[in-house]
């Protein structure tokens, strides 16, 4: 059973513009939400995470919304540019020797067009 | 790649015969993960170690076992590869008291 519901697949937006992909959980005892972002033939590398205490967190370009009562959590990526063209994945755990054992969302290939 | 080496890059083997895939790390660091990675699944926990010769199952261990022997590799067997276990595996470390995973560029396995 998918324990991170990921939204949308895939995702086309023009330079400059706004990209949201959304997250919902099932498992109240994750404490990390992390995304993803992930390029043709590379791993995975960490992009921005936040924990349940804080409903934001900023980091550039890329925010994270958390609704701790909906069990929901987005990123959202101001001002995307074509080097944003990626495919990205959320993701949760719960906390201390867990940290590693991420449940990932299905992932949400972005396309960002010049 | 954050010190993580995965070998081979690439593997094309047929059902039935055994694979070992292996992830080496030059950070010393005490957690290290295998995850396949899927279309339409995301990445899935294989087996994850929390030092040398501590392992445990993560989501999807049925086929699979692991061995680590020494701090800086860590071992992926297929005893008798099928064709549902071809996929994209990440290797990927984490530091105690830390929670950001650093992932290896992948293995891709066919398994025909």
């Known amino acids: 059973q998918q324990q991170v519901k990921q939204s949308p697949q895939s995702l086309i937006v023009q330079k400059g513009g706004i990209s949201i992909i959304n997250c919902a959980y099932e498992n109240t005892a994750f404490d990390y939400f992390p995304w993803y972002q992930q390029f043709p033939g590379k791993g995975p590398a960490l992009l921005i995470a936040i924990r349940p205490d804080v409903s934001e967190k900023k980091e550039g370009r890329f925010t994270i919304s958390f609704n701790k009562s909906a069990k929901q959590f987005s990123l959202h990526i101001m001002d995307s540019q074509p080097g944003d063209s990626a495919t990205y994945f959320c993701a949760a755990s719960a906390g201390g020797t867990s940290y590693g054992k991420l449940t990932f969302g299905q992932g949400t290939i972005l396309t960002v067009h010049p | 790649d954050a010190g993580i080496t995965q070998s081979p890059r690439h593997k094309v083997t047929e059902t039935g015969t055994p694979v070992t895939l292996r992830c080496h790390q030059t950070?010393?660091?005490?957690?290290m993960y295998w995850y396949r990675q899927d279309p339409g699944h995301g990445l899935r926990l294989i087996h994850y170690?929390?030092?040398?010769?501590?392992?445990d199952k993560g989501e999807v261990s049925d086929g699979y076992s692991v061995s680590r022997s020494k701090t800086e590799d860590f071992l992926l067997t297929l005893e008798s590869a099928t064709s549902s276990q071809t996929s994209v595996y990440f290797c990927a470390i984490r530091e105690q008291g830390f929670e950001k995973l650093f992932f290896g560029s992948g293995t891709q396995l066919s398994v025909l």
């Open positions: 950070e010393n660091h005490r957690y």
């Open positions: 170690s929390y030092g040398v010769k501590d392992t």
